[in-house]
């Protein structure tokens, strides 16, 4: 006679929603392609053969994981439109810096292409090109969210250039930081808000559109925000360049 609690059996979408979250907290801690399925079975509590049975290799639990993981990232960004728009933006990266903080090899391997993984070792053929599919929609999903911030339903060309910009910004400063987070990561978010603002304000000198959304961002926001503080320096050095050319 037999004892004790016989564990109930996981349904197929169930045992894969399993699967993928253990492959993306061994991935948080260490770039994919240095993760075993074994490692995978192992932390799952199951047997290698039956990780097969709901995932045919390594690189499509691999893309079912980024997916899960550029899908968070994406969330990320959705901030309620309330308040001054640096306090939300601000709000924003410290959103994006947890999950980067969190899942640095797996933010990395999303934002480089990812790794080539197959059963048997060789380049998938597809692997780059769904990557890139996958970080195209976290930053089309971000442009969208900044858009619906900005109350801005047709962007003028040079305004779109500051967003996407600013996003490649944010991506390329994340990457970087975490190669020995040698600043503070509060400091590089404040930053990010900061560097939002000085490249509207130089768009803004050339494009009356921008101009004109700046002029009534301003408005909403503090003497000391994230947003009034860099611009107020920004006008200072003009003043120096303006003094020195006199």
């Known amino acids: 006679m037999t004892t004790g609690v016989r564990r109930r059996r996981m349904g197929v979408e169930e045992r894969r929603r399993q699967l993928i979250g253990v492959a993306l907290e061994l991935f948080s801690h260490r ?17 290698r053969p039956l990780v097969y049975h709901y995932f045919p290799g390594k690189l499509s639990l691999y893309e079912a994981a980024l997916k899960r993981a550029a899908e968070d990232l994406a969330q990320r960004f959705d901030e309620p439109r309330e308040g001054p728009l640096g306090a939300r933006l601000l709000r924003v990266m410290g959103r994006f ?14 934002m480089r292409g990812g790794p080539a993984v197959s059963a048997g070792g060789s380049c998938a053929l597809g692997t780059a090109s769904a990557t890139n ?3 195209d929609s976290v930053r089309q999903a971000a442009y969208d969210q900044i858009l619906a911030h900005l109350d801005v339903a047709e ?9 996407r910009s600013w996003i490649s910004l944010a991506e390329s400063t994340a990457l970087l930081w975490l190669d020995g987070r040698r600043v503070p990561r509060e400091e590089l978010q404040l930053q990010l808000v900061n560097d939002f603002a000085a490249l509207a304000a130089v768009s803004a000198a050339n494009d009356p559109k921008t101009a004109t959304l700046l002029h009534t961002i301003l ?28």
């Open 31 to 47: 770039s994919p392609d240095e993760v075993s399925i074994d490692e995978i079975a192992s932390a799952a509590g199951i047997s």
């Open 133 to 135: 599919a996958l970080i």
């Open 155 to 163: 962007p003028s060309p040079r305004l779109e250039l500051v967003i």
């Open 219 to 246: 408005r909403n926001e503090p003497i000391d925000g994230p947003f009034t503080e860099p611009l107020r320096r920004l006008g200072a050095l003009a003043g120096i360049a303006g003094s020195a050319e006199g």
């Open 97 to 110: 810096f947890d999950f980067v903080d969190e899942h640095g090899p797996g933010f990395s391997a999303l």
